[in-house]
């Protein structure tokens, strides 16, 4: 699989994107547009692109850094500004969901208490 740096931002702009619609959805229609309930942190993680790759340099030019799982990581990819952390998994989720369409099998929601 192959993708250019100004496609890789294009993906990740649409799974921000999505993740956004996600999150906010989730905000208003689970919680009632109320921030409550448990607070936490969401992102998403691509597994299997080695960063001396031509497409791991893309993910690296496109501004997605490894973290120190080794994975190319987004740190609340909706950007939603609730703390609860339904909202930010939900977020991820919905960014995972965007990877996988575009063959990144190995994409992951994750979530932390905080």
């Known amino acids: 699989m192959e993708y250019t740096v100004e496609q890789i931002k294009d993906i990740v702009a649409e799974a921000k ?3 956004r619609v996600a999150a906010d959805r989730y905000f208003r229609e689970q919680l009632g547009g109320v ?3 448990a607070c936490g942190f969401g992102w998403v993680e691509i597994y ?4 001396n790759t031509k497409l791991g340099k893309a993910f690296k030019a496109a ?4 973290n ?3 994975a190319f990581s987004i740190w609340n990819p ?3 500004g609730a703390q609860n952390i339904d909202v930010k998994y939900e977020g991820a989720r919905a960014a995972a969901k965007v990877f996988e369409k575009y063959g990144f099998a190995r994409a992951y929601p994750c979530s932390r208490l905080d």
Not at 48 to 51: C, E, L, P, T, Y
Request: aromatic share 10%; charged share 30%.
């Open 63 to 66: 501004g997605v850094e490894k």
């Open 35 to 37: 921030d409550q309930y």
């Open 17 to 19: 994107a999505e993740a």
């Open 68 to 70: 120190y799982n080794g």
């Open 78 to 80: 909706s950007e939603h």
């Open 48 to 51: 299997g692109i080695k960063g």
